[in-house]
């Protein structure tokens, strides 16, 4: 250990003697380090972190095996968890949720909306959070004739009650019904993602069939002795008993038990994680080979003091220590202010992603500096230091002292050590730049996408009316005129409609739909469409544009014929080249006959309603539409769109104004601009693509600069050989070739090499290109031509200074 720390003493006042050398190779390694860390910063928020519970790694999440028509999972009907709910044995506090709206108003506050959750079960008993005010639900609270309450989370209890702890046991309006606040959740806790506000899920028998209950998300704890395979295979034999006597109701054969946490990550973000980590090692890599290349013309330029240090008994080992320990110092000194630029720009990134229309999980974007994040810093920043310093230290170990005064400076040159590193760079960057090519090539036609409708000028908001607020359909649709008539009155407005899905914002569902005369093998396998209902003047206002048919009209009131107009990929589906227009189809699953049929009366294009049409569209088309008058199939929360002119706040704010004078009590919310959804929905891509641009931008400026300090020092290594060829007649066209040609052989071999590198990083990202092959021809070709010229111009400098050599240069250094 003191022979260690000999070393790096006299390698830290060896590297103050050479300020430049020492900042340079430190920012080298900064940059490598810091995108190192930025990405493992990612990791660990996304994969590593633990759910904030207790004991999370015994909480264990269910749902369906995926359906091969239903592009998402699929999970438990209420009836179908109150079933496993009664005869499992394997899981303490089974529980289930979904999300949902839940409006708060009272006599002193405004109404507000919050992301609210509805929960069965002994949900907060299984996550094993305490209230930190009076008590959280309990299953006693879900019994038919108990009453309503409801749990505040504590943002709610600071904001909204200015934290009176009086609020405990004070009845407020929950979604227009007055319920009793039971309890305050403790700050941070807005489980399961960013829920504010809870309330029970009412144990009733319903009136209508098990196949239509809401979905739940369902998980459990563990039991002492239980794993997850027992928790398996139980479940998978009750669901078979299930199934056998409400076959209708459970719509796969199986399910799959998984940690609760991976229900919060999915797969292909792990892919895309570990694939970023892949590239910023590169991008470290080639840092440490550019800082190696500096070290070996380090040494080379100090032959007499490394003669004097083995004349003295240094040991090849003790010599190659000195240079490690001068690596090592120049890690630890890139590595504080690398720490510092990965905090920052995660940051930044995860601002971006909590700012996004679809947040990961709270937990997840909170910006933590922990000890594994240093620890991890201080292990790259070791390596890094051996790993840039280890193969100079290897070759200056060789040499011997006899060696090093007879043959000077040539005997610690890296010979094709450097050139190897250069070709080993070229090959990282290549597969860098091909992914960041990718990539800027995807977020590029990404921008071209169609929506198929208007999305300039319009401002859009959503509202909901519960049982208390509108009784019947009646009441519903005589509350949506009123609301449509004070919005359409607004100054400076050209035009309002309501529906229930707006383009790109995910407002809207999908149904299953059964076409007349059609037969489906499996009624599980009935073909699923948006199903959205729009009230008239939808169309105009979107610019849907009317391709056959019809648009509705005051013909079709809630007593007239049901009708329907469907996008023309529905059309060509079922009825390819025949007219569709007088065709029937059920907006029902294809063995059950409730719903009536409805006849089209028209055919539109094609229009993307959700986020899932970036990946659909580059399958060839986007799912089937299908449209219905608002009167006969009426909706309790509906999207507003304003067309208007002026300040998109000033409309926004106009807005809730209108609908304060129609209804106080019921609030507005995602109010916002139509183009606001659409370029939200490639937040995750241009995210994604901005990082790769980066790594990108990075490993070929290193590549580059590497590139340049080999040629760089070849040439200064070869003033003699350079000398004598002019005096032996060598035209300035010959050293220029000789010159060049040494280092586009080099960008020739690393090119070769990372072609398999690049293929492998472009088939990684496949999943989130947008109509791009990993394999685009196009890409590679501007790749292959962007380092032909970086390649060009890191070789003219010295190229140019080898034509500066005279003859009487060679006697110099003869």
Same mark, same amino acid.
């Given at each position: 250990?003191?022979?260690?720390?000999? =070393?790096?003493?006299?390698?830290?006042?060896?590297?103050?003697?050479?300020?430049? &050398?020492?900042?340079?190779?430190?920012?080298?390694?900064?940059?490598?380090?810091?995108?190192?860390?930025?990405? &493992?910063?990612?990791?660990?928020?996304?994969?590593?972190?633990?759910?904030?519970?207790?004991?999370?790694?015994?909480?264990?999440?269910? =749902?369906?095996?995926?359906?091969?028509?239903?592009?998402?999972?699929?999970?438990?009907?209420?009836?179908? &968890?109150?079933?496993?709910?009664?005869?499992?044995?394997?899981?303490?506090?089974?529980? $289930?949720?979904?999300? $949902?709206?839940?409006?708060?108003?009272?006599?002193?506050?405004?109404?507000?909306?919050?992301?609210?959750?509805?929960?069965?079960?002994?949900?907060?008993?299984?996550?094993?959070?305490?209230?930190?005010?009076?008590?959280?639900?309990?299953?006693?609270?879900?019994?038919? =004739?108990?009453?309503?309450?409801?749990?505040?989370?504590?943002?709610?209890?600071?904001?909204?009650?200015?934290?009176?702890?009086?609020?405990?046991?004070?009845?407020?309006?929950?979604?227009?019904?007055?319920?009793?606040?039971?309890?305050?959740?403790?700050?941070?806790?807005?489980?399961?993602?960013?829920?504010?506000?809870?309330?029970?899920?009412?144990?009733?028998? #319903?009136?209508?069939?098990?196949?239509?209950?809401?979905?739940?998300?369902?998980?459990?704890?563990?039991?002492?002795?239980?794993?997850?395979?027992?928790?398996?295979?139980?479940?998978?034999?009750?669901?078979?008993?299930?199934?056998?006597?409400?076959?209708?109701?459970?719509?796969?054969?199986?399910?799959?038990?998984?940690?609760?946490?991976?229900?919060?990550?999915?797969?292909?973000?792990?892919?895309?994680? @570990?694939?970023?980590?892949?590239?910023?090692?590169?991008?470290?890599?080639?840092?440490?080979?550019?800082?190696?290349?500096?070290?070996?013309?380090?040494?080379?330029?100090?032959?007499?003091?490394? %003669?004097?240090?083995?004349?003295?008994? %240094?040991?090849?080992?003790? *010599?190659?220590?000195?240079?490690?320990?001068?690596?090592?110092?120049?890690?630890?000194?890139?590595?504080?202010?690398?720490?510092?630029?990965?905090?920052?720009?995660?940051?930044?990134?995860?601002?971006?992603?909590?700012?996004?229309?679809?947040?990961?999980?709270?937990?997840?974007?909170?910006?933590?500096?922990? @000890?594994?994040? %240093?620890?991890?810093?201080?292990?790259? %920043?070791?390596?890094?230091?051996?790993?840039?310093?280890?193969?100079?230290?290897?070759?200056?170990?060789?040499?011997?002292?006899?060696?090093?005064?007879?043959?000077?400076?040539?005997?610690?040159?890296?010979?094709?050590?450097?050139?190897?590193?250069?070709?080993?760079?070229?090959?990282?960057?290549?597969?860098?730049?091909?992914?960041?090519?990718?990539?800027?090539?995807?977020?590029?036609?990404?921008?071209?996408?169609?929506?198929?409708?208007?999305?300039?000028?319009?401002?859009?908001?959503?509202?909901?009316?519960?049982?208390?607020?509108?009784?019947?359909?009646?009441?519903?649709?005589?509350?949506?005129?009123?609301?449509?008539?004070?919005?359409?009155?607004?100054?400076?407005?050209?035009?309002?409609?309501?529906?229930?899905?707006? #383009?790109?914002?995910?407002?809207?569902?999908?149904? @299953?739909?059964?076409?007349?005369?059609?037969?489906?093998?499996?009624?599980?396998?009935?073909?699923?469409?948006?199903?959205?209902?729009?009230?008239?003047?939808?169309?105009?206002?979107?610019?849907?544009?009317?391709?056959?048919?019809?648009?509705?009209?005051?013909?079709?009131?809630?007593?007239?014929?049901?009708?329907?107009?469907?996008?023309?990929?529905?059309?060509?589906?079922?009825?390819?080249?025949?007219?569709?227009?007088?065709?029937?189809?059920?907006?029902?699953?294809?063995?059950?006959?409730?719903?009536? @049929?409805?006849?089209?009366?028209?055919?539109?294009?094609?229009?993307?309603?959700?986020?899932?049409?970036?990946?659909?569209?580059?399958?060839?088309?986007?799912?089937? /539409?299908?449209?219905?008058?608002?009167?006969?199939?009426?909706?309790?929360?509906?999207?507003?769109?304003?067309?208007?002119?002026?300040?998109?706040?000033?409309?926004?704010? /106009?807005?809730?104004?209108?609908?304060?004078?129609?209804?106080?009590?019921?609030?507005?919310?995602?109010?916002?601009?139509?183009?606001?959804?659409?370029?939200?929905?490639?937040?995750?891509?241009?995210?994604?693509?901005?990082?790769?641009?980066?790594?990108?931008?990075?490993?070929?400026?290193?590549?580059?600069?590497?590139?340049?300090?080999?040629?760089?020092?070849?040439?200064?290594?070869?003033?003699? =050989?350079? $000398?004598?060829?002019?005096?032996?007649?060598?035209?300035?066209?010959?050293?220029?070739?000789?010159?060049?040609?040494?280092?586009?052989?080099?960008?020739?071999?690393?090119?070769?090499?990372?072609?398999?590198?690049? *293929?492998?990083?472009?088939?990684?990202?496949?999943?989130?290109?947008?109509?791009?092959?990993?394999?685009?021809?196009?890409?590679?070709?501007?790749?292959?031509?962007?380092?032909?010229?970086?390649?060009?111009?890191?070789?003219?400098?010295?190229?140019?200074?080898?034509?500066?050599?005279?003859?009487?240069?060679?006697?110099?250094?003869?």
């Amino acid at each position: 250990m003191s022979t260690l720390w000999f =070393e790096l003493k006299m390698a830290w006042r060896s590297l103050q003697r050479t300020p430049g &050398f020492t900042l340079s190779a430190a920012l080298m390694l900064c940059a490598g380090l810091a995108v190192c860390m930025y990405v &493992f910063g990612a990791i660990q928020s996304f994969l590593m972190r633990p759910l904030p519970l207790n004991q999370p790694e015994r909480l264990l999440h269910m =749902e369906y095996t995926p359906l091969d028509n239903v592009p998402m999972s699929v999970e438990i009907g209420i009836r179908t &968890f109150i079933d496993l709910e009664r005869e499992q044995t394997q899981l303490n506090q089974l529980s $289930g949720y979904h999300g $949902g709206t839940l409006n708060l108003s009272d006599d002193d506050t405004r109404p507000e909306r919050y992301n609210g959750a509805f929960v069965i079960g002994d949900m907060f008993a299984a996550y094993g959070v305490p209230a930190m005010l009076g008590r959280y639900l309990q299953p006693a609270d879900q019994a038919s =004739e108990a009453e309503p309450t409801v749990l505040l989370g504590y943002s709610i209890w600071q904001q909204r009650y200015a934290a009176d702890p009086a609020i405990i046991g004070r009845l407020i309006r929950v979604n227009g019904r007055p319920a009793r606040v039971v309890g305050v959740m403790p700050n941070g806790f807005r489980f399961p993602f960013d829920n504010q506000v809870w309330v029970p899920i009412i144990r009733k028998t #319903p009136d209508y069939p098990r196949d239509q209950d809401p979905t739940l998300e369902v998980f459990g704890r563990l039991k002492d002795g239980a794993t997850q395979a027992s928790v398996s295979e139980e479940m998978n034999a009750l669901i078979g008993r299930i199934r056998q006597a409400h076959p209708d109701s459970v719509p796969a054969t199986s399910v799959v038990i998984k940690p609760y946490q991976e229900e919060f990550v999915g797969s292909n973000t792990k892919k895309i994680l @570990w694939t970023m980590f892949a590239a910023v090692v590169f991008v470290l890599l080639i840092a440490c080979a550019n800082v190696a290349n500096l070290l070996f013309a380090r040494a080379a330029g100090r032959t007499r003091d490394i %003669a004097v240090r083995s004349s003295l008994g %240094a040991t090849r080992a003790r *010599l190659a220590m000195g240079m490690v320990a001068e690596s090592l110092i120049l890690s630890f000194i890139a590595v504080i202010p690398a720490v510092l630029l990965a905090h920052w720009a995660g940051e930044l990134t995860m601002e971006a992603l909590r700012s996004g229309d679809d947040p990961p999980p709270f937990w997840m974007t909170e910006s933590h500096f922990d @000890w594994l994040f %240093a620890a991890c810093a201080v292990a790259l %920043a070791v390596l890094a230091g051996v790993v840039a310093g280890l193969l100079p230290g290897l070759r200056l170990a060789r040499g011997s002292a006899a060696q090093v005064i007879r043959d000077g400076s040539a005997s610690l040159t890296a010979g094709s050590t450097s050139k190897v590193l250069v070709v080993a760079e070229v090959a990282m960057s290549l597969a860098l730049l091909v992914a960041t090519g990718l990539m800027v090539r995807g977020i590029l036609n990404l921008e071209q996408f169609d929506i198929g409708a208007r999305s300039e000028g319009l401002v859009t908001a959503r509202y909901g009316l519960f049982e208390t607020q509108a009784a019947d359909d009646a009441a519903l649709r005589q509350h949506q005129r009123r609301v449509l008539e004070a919005m359409q009155k607004m100054p400076a407005v050209q035009g309002a409609t309501l529906t229930t899905a707006l #383009p790109m914002a995910n407002t809207g569902f999908t149904s @299953w739909y059964s076409p007349e005369g059609e037969v489906i093998a499996e009624p599980q396998r009935t073909p699923m469409a948006y199903d959205v209902r729009v009230d008239q003047g939808f169309f105009e206002l979107f610019q849907i544009g009317l391709q056959s048919g019809r648009l509705f009209d005051t013909r079709d009131r809630a007593d007239s014929l049901p009708v329907a107009v469907i996008s023309r990929a529905l059309a060509e589906r079922h009825w390819p080249g025949q007219d569709p227009l007088g065709k029937r189809l059920r907006m029902e699953r294809y063995d059950r006959n409730e719903a009536p @049929w409805v006849t089209v009366i028209g055919v539109v294009g094609e229009v993307a309603y959700d986020g899932e049409a970036i990946a659909q569209s580059r399958d060839g088309a986007l799912r089937p /539409a299908v449209y219905r008058p608002m009167d006969q199939a009426p909706s309790r929360f509906v999207s507003i769109a304003v067309a208007g002119s002026g300040d998109e706040q000033a409309v926004a704010d /106009a807005m809730r104004e209108a609908m304060r004078q129609v209804d106080a009590d019921t609030p507005l919310y995602w109010v916002r601009s139509l183009q606001s959804w659409i370029d939200g929905a490639a937040t995750d891509h241009r995210i994604v693509g901005t990082i790769f641009s980066m790594f990108g931008v990075f490993s070929l400026a290193l590549a580059s600069a590497g590139l340049y300090a080999v040629l760089a020092f070849a040439v200064a290594q070869r003033t003699r =050989e350079i $000398g004598v060829r002019r005096a032996l007649g060598a035209t300035a066209r010959d050293i220029l070739r000789m010159v060049v040609g040494q280092g586009a052989g080099q960008v020739a071999l690393g090119l070769l090499l990372g072609l398999p590198l690049a *293929l492998g990083f472009g088939f990684a990202l496949q999943d989130i290109l947008y109509n791009v092959s990993s394999a685009d021809p196009l890409t590679y070709i501007v790749v292959f031509g962007v380092f032909g010229l970086v390649a060009l111009s890191a070789s003219a400098l010295p190229g140019r200074r080898a034509l500066r050599v005279e003859p009487s240069e060679a006697l110099r250094y003869g």
